[in-house]
């Protein structure tokens, strides 16, 4: 235990560490022999491990080990972590880009990825997206993509559910620190290891090449190391999906209107009744290939100098494409169809069926083709040391910088016209895709009848840099309960932004792609046989498609990508220099350990803002089509740039107290205050009017912003823990938190005064001019609101016959602001289940996991929610030697279907499918 640890005890510790087990926490107290260690393999010694670490620390910590030769039990870290209380993995970073096979957010305590942050080794580390919607859409967060992080490079993983002064502020809900191994780790003077094999990827149908390998090597004397290690991993994605969403900017639902829709109204739809917009079959295939590796060497001359540096870098090459064939119910309804067998939801308004018969062939469809060239990369450099200057005093610190880079370098845009006589749909609530068709004028092979328009953003670079200096001192004291006094220094300058002009392509208006539609001969794919297999039926599934290098030529040839479609409301940067200083004490008494501390955090950011204008003196105009919104389009014709610059500190209190109730049984206690920065996008987003049409200039008009007076996210929190070890490699644990958060960030509305001119008419184009007036706008945007997150936490591990053993974990969280509503991000219910078999030759593993609902945050006008979901994964390994094993890895065994809605449970936005992955891999040690 750690209450009166004896050499003897801190010894048997390190020992259950073993050779990958890497460096001991902080907490506990070193030891000046040089200590042999057991080298521990397989499922039991890792659990044996992980527990060590957990029931030794004085603050409330998680640990995750690897089992064997430096791999996660799962191919994911995030998978892995699945396994830990209260952590929610997501299935991307955002709702826009729809979920995916892969596990790429992490959460706690059904909170907001951004609320929890991901250390690697105790530093901080650089974040690229692939997604373009992640790179600049609204929300783009501070969360960290675990797709970039494979797993081979781990040595373990912690999860810190409580915050101290020493650790590294921006974790409101937490911490994850991903641990990798260090030369010196290694039990022999020379060590090499290699995974080699393939993935299998059910829906695609489609296998593609995995290989790692490490080399580490230390000389005799055991005081200098190098490590270098590689990776090279492919995978081809195929998803099939049926979404309902927003058509030209609006809402995703839409309400009836007699202006717009007098078919309906004559119908006997009653105005006001909502109905749904756009909803189609879209398939998206992905191929992607990360590529990176790790250089380390360390010198360790003595006892009291230890000096790693490491080098660190992952790419992964994420070209997509995504085909989507749509129903407009827009256009459909406002095309004075014959409108017979609808039907309305009563509790909700909801227009859940109808069928359309047109008098002539109309457009009511459009299809939508995209490819896109997409890449995510994030790499580190750092050197870490430590030095022990007497018995009584150590230092250590660190220095590095790392850096992430999200691109979407193009996207490749054909949307075509569908036309028909006769279409209709009809929904089946959110756990089944809408059924819907458009006719079929255009043969079972469906295709478009015409051009209808080319978009979408090009040259998207975010760049993501991080750079820190740290040095941290702990002085061994005798003063009674104080064991030992903890203090240190912080520094860093984190930048955020978007690297050159963002250009949204359109039609090029001098070679006429409307007078040049993609010829039917183009089209020479078609969606898979079982395309929406699971997903419902009724929804069109014959879809012929061109080629990638088809549809590039096409843009290529009628794309218009000038510089003056340069879109500076997807612009963006951020810059936040930090300054942080701590003190801690460590406690310790008889049958007790703790600590408590203060820390000092003074932050200073400068927040770009683009500003609608048509003066072209002022700093930083840029002229662009997309400004042109006043009379006859032309006023305003550019944008301004201007930085808005501020600073605050924060007190950062903590507290912890572990206590040995029997030898068997640890109760832990803390409180803490903790501050999280808002997210980028919410800072940082151009000042967007909406046309102004009132000359006295009182009417309120309205728009969009960002919002550079955000405050921080800050919160008090509040943990108890109570944990029973009862037998060797067996725990059950209960507990208990809440975060009380004063200012937690939600979508709101923000009253400014602007100038503005008047734009009778709506702005059309050939409207008269008036003055320019000065008046009120309510611009939608992000505020600070009061809320709060409780919940209670339950684990169970023990063994079952030595050779097998079991494990569950319940996670109940309560997330909601001061009104009421959900936040974005919160997970009331998860829970998981596992399961193994292992002896010397042979393992097996079986984890299920599940989810209940996330609130994922608000999207083209309503909530959007992912529903709950489970996932089966299993495992089998077969070790013939101590150098050769072979294991299957069985990811999404069950077949998950993803399923979204919106502000109603019965309203469907998304279904998706990706199938079953299989990992076959043969490990080499030497």
């Known amino acids: 235990m750690k209450v009166k640890q004896t050499p003897i005890s801190q010894a048997v510790f390190i020992a259950l560490l073993g050779a990958s087990g890497a460096t001991v926490l902080a907490q506990q107290a070193p030891t000046p022999q040089q200590l042999d260690t057991v080298t521990v393999t397989g499922i039991r010694a890792s659990q044996e491990k992980s527990l060590a670490v957990k029931r030794n620390a004085d603050t409330h910590i998680d640990v995750i080990s690897a089992e064997d030769i430096g791999k996660m039990p799962d191919k994911n870290v995030a998978d892995s972590l699945a396994r830990i209380p209260g952590v929610t993995i997501l299935n991307s970073p955002s709702g826009g880009s ?85 030369p010196l780790d290694f039990a022999k003077g020379l060590t090499f290891e290699a995974g080699i094999g393939a993935v299998y990827a059910s829906l695609p149908k489609k296998t593609d090449p995995q290989v790692s390998a490490l080399l580490a090597w230390k000389n005799e004397s055991k005081n200098f190391g190098l490590l270098v290690q590689v990776f090279d991993e492919k995978r081809s994605l195929r998803r099939d999906g049926v979404e309902t969403f927003a058509h030209d900017g609006a809402n995703s639902l839409t309400p009836i209107t007699a202006a717009t829709n007098p078919a309906a109204v004559a119908a006997g739809i009653p105005v006001g009744t909502l109905f749904p917009n756009l909803m189609g079959s879209a398939l998206f295939t992905q191929e992607r290939e990360r590529k990176g590796g790790v250089v380390s060497a360390q010198i360790k001359p003595n006892n009291d100098i230890d000096v790693t540096l490491t ?98 370098i193009s996207q490749d845009v054909y949307e075509g016209d569908i036309t028909a006589s006769s279409g209709g749909f009809q929904l089946n ?84 792609p409307f007078a040049n539609p993609l010829p039917a001969s183009a089209y020479t794919e078609t969606y898979p046989g079982n395309f929406g297999s699971g997903l419902g039926s009724g929804f069109p599934t014959g879809i012929s498609y061109p080629t990638a290098d088809a549809l590039a030529a096409y843009n290529a040839k009628y794309a218009n990508r000038d510089i003056s479609r340069r879109m500076v409301t997807h612009e963006y940067a951020v810059k936040e220099k930090t300054t942080a200083g701590y003190v801690q004490g460590n406690l310790e008494g008889e049958g007790w ?18 500003v609608p204008t048509s003066n072209t003196a002022l700093p930083g105009y840029v002229p662009s089509a997309f400004a042109a919104v006043g009379p006859n389009w032309t006023d305003p014709s550019g944008y301004y740039q201007t930085y808005h610059d501020r600073s605050y500190t924060d007190a950062l209190p903590s507290a912890s107290v572990r206590i040995d109730v029997t030898p068997k049984v640890v109760a832990r206690l803390s409180v803490s205050r903790t501050v999280t920065r ?173 989810n209940s609902d996330n609130f994922l945050g608000r999207d083209r006008g309503t909530d959007y929610f992912q529903r709950g979901v489970g996932v089966l994964s299993a495992s089998l390994g077969y070790k013939l030697n101590q150098n050769f094993a072979v294991s299957l890895d069985a990811q999404n065994l069950n077949d998950p279907i993803l399923k979204y809605y919106g502000d109603f449970k019965s309203e469907p936005r998304a279904i998706y499918k990706n199938g079953r992955q299989f990992y076959l891999t043969a490990r080499i040690k030497y």
């Open 593 to 610: 350990s703790g600590n408590v501390g203060l820390r000092l955090v003074r932050t200073k950011s400068s927040t770009l803002i683009w």
């Open 98 to 182: 729809g979920g995916f096979d892969e596990r790429d957010r992490v959460g706690l305590r059904g909170t907001n990825p951004s609320l929890t942050q991901t250390l690697l080794d105790g530093h901080s580390v650089a974040n690229g997206d692939w997604f373009v919607l992640d790179q600049t859409g609204a929300g783009v967060g501070r969360s960290v993509s675990f797709s970039l992080l494979p797993s081979e490079l781990v040595s373990r993983v912690e999860v810190h559910k409580n915050a101290q002064a020493s650790d590294i502020e921006g974790g409101t809900a937490g911490s994850v620190n991903i641990i990798t191994r260090k």
């Open 678 to 850: 808002p997210d980028y996008t919410a800072l940082s987003a151009a000042q967007l009017l909406g046309s102004y049409s009132d000359p006295t200039g009182k009417a309120v008009g309205s728009g969009t912003s960002g919002n550079p007076d955000l405050d921080p996210i800050r919160s008090t929190n509040f943990d108890a823990n109570i944990e029973w070890y009862f037998a060797p490699r067996a725990f059950v644990s209960m507990g208990a938190f809440h975060m009380n958060i004063g200012s937690y960030i939600i979508d709101g509305v923000q009253r400014v005064t602007a100038s503005t001119d008047v734009t009778p008419n709506g702005g059309q184009q050939g409207s008269p001019t008036n003055q320019r007036v000065t008046a009120p706008f309510d611009l939608t945007t992000q505020i600070n609101k009061k809320a709060s997150v409780t919940g209670l936490e339950f684990a169970f591990e023990t063994p079952v016959l030595n050779n097998f053993g079991i494990g569950a974990n319940y996670t109940y969280a309560d997330a909601h602001d001061d009104s009421g509503h959900v936040l974005r991000g919160a997970v009331k219910h998860s829970a998981n289940v596992n399961g193994f078999f292992e002896n010397d030759q042979f393992s097996a593993r079986l984890t299920y996991g599940y």
């Open 429 to 512: 609530g959110s756990g089944t895709a809408p059924s819907f068709n458009i006719g079929n004028a255009n043969g079972a092979a469906l295709k478009p009848s015409g051009t209808d328009w080319i978009f979408g953003d090009q040259n998207v670079v975010v760049q993501d840099k991080d750079t820190w200096a740290q040095v941290d001192a702990e002085y061994t004291l005798d003063a009674g309960m104080l064991r030992s006094l903890k203090f240190g220094l912080r520094g860093s300058k984190h930048d955020r932004y978007t690297d050159g002009p963002i250009v949204n392509q359109g039609p090029n208006w001098g070679t006429d």
């Open 311 to 408: 080098g660190f870098t992952s790419k992964m090459d994420a070209d997509n494409y995504n085909r989507n064939y749509m129903l407009s119910n827009q256009w459909a309804l406002s095309r004075s169809p014959n409108i017979t067998n609808f039907s309305i939801d009563p509790s909700t308004h909801i227009l859940t069926s109808a069928n359309y018969t047109f008098a002539t062939p109309t457009i009511f469809g459009v299809y939508d083709l995209i490819s896109r060239k997409a890449s995510a990369e994030t790499n580190f450099l750092n050197l870490e040391g430590s030095l022990r200057v007497s018995d009584a005093l150590k230092l250590s610190g660190n220095v590095g910088t790392s850096r992430g880079k999200g691109k979407t």
